[in-house]
Nanobody
Framework: QVQLVESGGGLVQGGESLRLSCAAS????????IAWYRQGPGKQRDMVAE??????RYGTSVKGRFTISRHKAKNTALVHMNSLKLEDTAVYYC??????????????WGQGTQVTVSS
């Protein structure tokens, strides 16, 4: 009922910036929470940033460098990533919790987009 399409990943050099997007579509009444996670090689999936009504949280390693936001009209979640480091290399996933038109909450994952930072 909900589709998420991620875009914006790629290969960058250390210190550069990237912006990831996650466009949501489907039977959506409202978006309650957006979040970005990442999973590096051989590592668990960790929260990078989360945005819900009145609350924004960041992972310790990205605080001050990453900014999460949303484009309400386009049902799109964004994360601007500045001053990228080698250790930011990972597959990035968006997670969007929506309220469906029937009133039910639904948690949905994007397909993942690769971010590779080179020296």
């Amino acid at each position: 009922q909900v589709q998420l399409v991620e875009s914006g990943g790629g290969l960058v050099q250390g210190g550069e910036s990237l912006r990831l997007s996650c466009a949501a579509s489907g039977n959506i009444l409202s978006i309650e929470t957006i979040a970005w996670y990442r999973q590096g090689p051989g590592k668990q999936r960790d929260m990078v940033a989360e945005l819900s009504t009145g609350i924004t949280r960041y992972g310790t390693s990205v605080k001050g460098r990453f900014t999460i936001s949303r484009h309400k009209a386009k049902n799109t979640a964004l994360v601007h990533m500045n001053s990228l480091k080698l250790e930011d290399t990972a597959v990035y996933y968006c997670n969007v919790i929506v309220r469906l038109r029937g009133g039910v909450l639904s948690s949905n994952w994007g397909q993942g987009t690769q971010v590779t930072v080179s020296s």
